[in-house]
């Protein structure tokens, strides 16, 4: 069976096609002869978290089954074929130095990373609207070298950075300065440093992309751990690996795409995984924990539940979750973001000596990125819509939507961008099985309050997901992370 | 029928006792013919909300059906019974002026009001832990009289309540100044404006008891609008009307206690209320609405959801919900709030001068008040824990937690305190149909982004619930006149 069929294979069905049809003619389940599966360990979610544990588990030994809401693995890695064999990723894209799990995840099955294009000028549109280019392999990285905002852009990333040190990954919540940074907003701090209004803007345009959030909606010790999660054990975390492609998160890509990778764990896993299968109920009782969908019932010794906190508080819980927990589920929202993608016959912009990238004031896309197929056969372009952008994108009609991006690609790489042969959004705030991306983000209170609560097992339940990971946080090496970590768990117990 | 038996009746049965037992042993609805049933319109939730829009909607000659997933009505009212026929509420207790709607429904069927006990003094124990005593009735209310805290607290206060004068109740975001106001934190606020940090803790020993939560959970735009809604349309709301008794929302309490108003609506709408019945799905095609709960569909022509935004997020929808509410529905936590209640034979505070109200620095319970029978015939004082102190006061031990909350009980009314004939405590944080009280608290950016979404009509989906109330948002005044306004939405519409 290839690879690309998989995301189409209803593997095991659980007869909960929970849509219209079911609303309207019959109840899920009922006439329906409940079927029972059993397995040492149950995973509640086929993305890079479920599928990871999952692997951990096989490979030692143990039986496990994987229960996927969607028609496909993968979660929030998903291509998109554009022709002539060649996808782009409507979620997941890049992967950067410190990212080691994901990298060693990849070799594992033979997934290769290339570079991204970076070849070229950078586009930059100040506050202005004034268009030029620089050339992003300074020491700034991809921050634009603006001199009316570097004064106040240079000392915030260091202080930041700086700051972060001070937090600890693994507890955020018991940094010595946690009471004081968890009180306030990233906004509110910006706000307290800068009297330059387009330096608040900028802070706007990265952590859009970033978080799919304004800065209001970020507690200032939640973005600190954020950047302090982005390195790994040897290398601390800095901010600029966050927006930056070279030495950055955005350095590299993999060759046919990051759901690859998914594809190839669940071919991997067989009929261990279950499509069509979302998890209404978890119970925990007599040394077992059971999960139902629909008919379909799996008994098992340990649950990985490996989907953001906001969906797992969805599911409902016998007995019912510390309320610790359930409370940490209501306070960590998926962030507001949507990609849209332009596919054009070439990477014409290389021509014209740049490389794609483009970070601007003016939305809807206040950052782009190329992401063509490595061999440059067609030329792809997309745009991260985040935050307040987004809100108001997804206000508009289909057919304005599409006119402001062009608008904005045509400013960034000329008129030719005006013209693509295909258009493509994905909004993942749309997404019933997402419901928001790139991460679950903490505004003030939650990691002081509940952080605690993100990663401790209940009973016989373990949580995985990027959202709780300590490296890497809102990225595939987080998930890939969180999954071990979770299957570590689990087989010390089993 | 009494009341009282309707609170545990079964009225229709649904066939969801989604407990342990269906973890186990079946599939809830399985094995059983679906049943259906038919009405003009169903209400999810039989609180304050969602009875008062069934009401309305049955005495404009329409029928109706109201789901309630819990085996009695009232949500957040509720009465514990405490011997000799008398009552103490676990939730909702007090009413006050400009509360019109809860005063004119609770005239509409028979339950009077009578003063809160309010001779005698107040307590305040300061932040070195002093015990004085002062009147309640001058110009600052129930505020400490604290020299050295009142130079912050007065103008703050003023401030405040001059703020909200500028957030418009049916919509804040349009505020002109939401954009600065949601971008902080009240504790930013706070700290902004003051160099004491016993004034700041004295702000958390208010926002505890008023939100479940402390000041760095709360956007500073949030915290106006809610000062804004206390108050109606020819009142300006005020803070005060917060946190005093007299002339504020502590004033005035119900003969029996809140819970017999829902006892008797119910009572009224008869069979049209199903206990026992949680909502899993609600489906929308060919113009009707179908609410399904286990093997149960009702079949409208439309929806009224009484529950709070972060329950109603929680229900299956199909067609799934527009982004913007579903995101709401992730940015609207409830509060965190604790009720401990200790019943003595005769309220022998009163004899000492006091009127069992208390102010104090130290927790768990930060403020009392007596809930004593009307003729005095039992004495019940009940201490708020909310905020950072019920999530503390949770992780005890129950013997513990008793024991802090007599220590305090003693501080505040001496000994004989220590030494109650009943002790009981109310942690909403645990009630699975509740999930925190008393109220959805918004922090940075939810209402600037999504408040719009808090009303507005899904189709044939209408929203009520406190929550969603334009005054006296959080209260049961709030939850009436959301009633009453989904009712209007539905009635024109029919």
Redesign the interface.
Known sequence: MSEQTISRRRLIGAGTA???G???G??P??G?A?SERTADVVVVGAGFAGLTAALRVMQAGHSVIVLEARDRVGGRAFNRPIGGGEISERGATFVGPTQNHILNLAGEFGVHKFPTFEDGDNVYVNAQGQRSTYNDQGPLGTAPPDPTILPDLIPAILTLDQMSTQVPVNAPWSSSNAGDW????L??WV?DRSVNPNFRKLVAVATRPIFG?????LSLLFTLFYIAASGDETHPGTFERNFNTHDGAQMWRFFGGTQRIPLKMAHALGNRVALNSPV??I?Q??GRV?A?C??L?VRAKRAIVAIPP?LA??I?Y???LP??R??LT??L??G?LIKATAVYDEPFWRDAGLNGQAVSFSGPANVTFDDSPPDGSKGVVFGFIGG?EA?KF?RMTKANRKAALLANFKTYFGSRAGHPRQYFET?W??E?WT??CPVGIA???TL??YGPALRKPVGRIHWAGTETSTYWNGYMDGAVRSGERAAGEVLAEL
Chains 1, 2 share one sequence.
């Open positions: 929970a849509g219209l079911a609303m309207l019959r109840v389940g009922v329906a409940g968890d009180n306030q907003t906004a509110s706000a959030a304004e800065p209001r909606e209404q109920q119970g009782a007599n059971i139902q629909g008919s019932q906001t508080g969805r409902e016998t007995p019912r309320s610790n359930d409370q209501q306070r929202p998926q507001t307040d809100r997804q909004n705030s749309q019933t419901r928001g505004g003030p209170g002081l309050e």
